[in-house]
């Protein structure tokens, strides 16, 4: 069975960072192509970046230069740095699997998501 | 590109259907997706490729369009329904998705 669980996720003061993980079971994660997604509190997705199974790495401009997505292979497991936060980082943080070991696809399985919370 | 659900909520009685829809700022061709949220969970996938039923997703979800109108239809709601339902193009880099439509129990 498919499955990602995140966890990292907390309190932190505007300008700290934060490392979220997502660990993955019942697939290869360096197989795969990843991507993170957040989601405000009461609003819509929004895509935060990916990796290849290569290990490229892609960023939503809104992110670019702050976050940084990496993986473990030997532990299966992907990791979120995002640095300088801001207020407006404020969101649930999934990890989600890209269809068919393809970058152009839909999402077909999803964490759980932990919660990022930017405030003083 | 910009994608646009409309409505943005819709009342609807159990047993009835819910025809939801997206509309995309340019053509996204058949690479459309679409996911149902429940209040405290994670996205699932629904419909990709427009109209392609995800693995284990009830036969009364069905999807259509191509090019930048794409609609989702729920024929004879059922009470694990009411959601919000998201669209999502990945045709163009970055995927983008619609704001979201709130299915509610009318």
Redesign the interface.
Known sequence: EVQLVESGGGLVRPGGSLTLSCAASGFTVSSNYM?WVRQAPGK????VSLIYSGGNT?Y?DSVKGRFTFSRDNSKNTLFLQMNSLRAEDTAMY?CARH?AHMV?????S????TLVTVSS | IVMTQSPASLSVSPGERATLSCRASQSVSS?L?W?QQKRG?????LI??ASTR?TGIAARFSGSGSGTEFTLIISSLQSEDFAVY?C?Q??N????????TKVEIK
């Open positions: 991507s819509g997705l929004e895509w892609y939503a999934y269809m152009s696809t839909a999402f077909d999803w964490g759980q998501g | 690479n997706a996911y969970q994670a996205p699932r996938l990709y490729g995800a998201y999502h990945y045709d880099w970055p995927p983008a998705f619609g704001q979201g």
